[in-house]
């Protein structure tokens, strides 16, 4: 993950996973934290996976990744894509199509 340092790296947290145990923030506190529910999150941009990890940050976050207990913490070089709410999308169409 790490040695391909010219492809930016993508992480999130799946929450639904996640325990607590805080082995990605020992590992990597300039990237993960907590949330007001305990869960871990990536401060990098509110865990959606969109802004590429600093390069300084990499070894960080392959141990982070590594150490996860549950495998919660995802990583791509490729952004993550949020599912938008279908609904709001049918709202869009109307207001442009109006």
Do not use: H, W
Request: glycine fraction near 6%; include cysteine; charge should be negative.
């Amino acid at each position: 993950m790490a040695e391909n340092q010219e492809k930016p790296q993508y992480t999130r947290v799946d929450q639904d996973t996640c325990i607590s145990c805080g082995a990605c923030e020992m590992a990597a506190p300039d990237i993960f934290n907590y949330d007001d529910q305990g869960l871990a999150f990536s401060i990098i941009d509110g865990n959606k996976g969109v802004k590429p990890i600093p390069e300084e940050l990499l070894i960080d976050l392959t141990d982070a990744y590594e150490g996860c207990p549950t495998e919660s913490i995802l990583v791509s070089d490729q952004p993550f894509e949020k599912p938008d709410d279908p609904s709001s999308e049918k709202d869009e169409a109307k207001e442009v199509n109006q």
